[in-house]
């Protein structure tokens, strides 16, 4: 899956993407990357179904540029995980998953259908030049121990002006019967946010999970086993 048939790129912080139909089966940590110095950042998604008006463009043609902000690829409550995640610009190497885990992909009960590979660029192409970055998924039929998943804290709210600093803080209660097992975190955010962190709180007590720069390599930061339990 790639960018073989990429546009473009003349605007500046460009978003493009391209899916593909998930089949069934289990994805680990074979990941074969081929990615430009061109990127800023790149990201797959397992969606479970994708904007109705994007198929027509991203299936059979390749690629579609998407002019929404932020980036909207999934359908709205639809979007399940980015399970791999680069910035090649800064080195930063892809998620390693744990021994015996993987992605479920394709099946009836995980709800996945397609995968979206999303692209941003933030400078615009100089000359007559083409991308032709793209992502190898290995799969396998051997359902793993344990399944993954990536869950996304996003805030969208908006930084007011002439401030030197501002906290914004976002919440998520787990009420789920499966113990969690938080391996890895990750932060993102653009050129203004400089610590993201964050703490899992259970019977009034605070553990940390994570703390990092989002201007560092945005790597996955191996974690200590935390267990998450629901209240």
């Known amino acids: 899956m790639g960018m073989r048939d990429i546009l473009q790129i003349n605007n500046s912080d460009d978003y493009v993407a391209v899916a593909r139909q998930a089949p069934e089966g289990y994805i680990g940590n074979e990941l074969a990357l081929s990615l430009?110095?061109?990127?800023?950042?790149?990201?797959?998604?397992?969606?479970?179904?994708?904007?109705?008006?994007?198929?027509?463009?991203?299936?059979?043609?390749?690629?579609?540029r998407v002019d929404m902000d932020p980036p909207i690829f999934c359908?709205?409550?639809?979007?399940?995980?980015?399970?791999?995640?680069?910035?090649?610009?800064?080195?930063?190497?892809?998620?390693?998953?744990?021994?015996?885990?993987?992605?479920?992909?394709?099946?009836?009960?995980?709800?996945?259908?397609?995968?979206?590979?999303?692209?941003?660029?933030?400078?615009?192409?100089?000359?007559?030049v083409k991308d032709f970055s793209g992502v190898t998924l290995h799969m396998t039929h051997k359902k793993p121990q344990n399944l993954a998943m990536v869950l996304l804290f996003v805030s969208g709210e908006s930084i007011p002006p002439g401030r030197n600093q501002?906290?914004?803080?976002?919440?998520?209660?787990?009420?789920?019967?499966?113990?969690?097992?938080?391996?890895?975190?990750?932060?993102?955010?653009?050129?203004?946010?400089?610590v993201v962190s964050a703490f899992y709180k259970h019977e009034g007590q605070w553990t940390k999970i994570g703390v990092r720069n989002p201007q560092w390599p945005q790597l996955f930061l191996p974690l200590k086993v935390i267990f998450v339990q629901n209240r």
């Open 36 to 64: 430009s110095h061109m990127l800023t950042e790149y990201i797959t998604y397992c969606c479970m179904d994708v904007l109705s008006l994007l198929i027509p463009k991203l299936f059979g043609v390749g690629v579609k």
């Open 166 to 194: 501002v906290q914004i803080n976002t919440t998520c209660e787990y009420n789920g019967d499966i113990e969690l097992h938080p391996f890895a975190f990750r932060t993102h955010t653009h050129a203004m946010g400089r």
């Open 75 to 128: 359908t709205p409550g639809h979007e399940m995980v980015g399970f791999s995640v680069v910035k090649p610009c800064s080195d930063a190497p892809s998620l390693t998953l744990p021994r015996n885990v993987g992605f479920s992909v394709g099946h009836a009960g995980d709800g996945i259908k397609y995968f979206v590979m999303q692209v941003h660029y933030a400078q615009p192409f100089a000359g007559d």
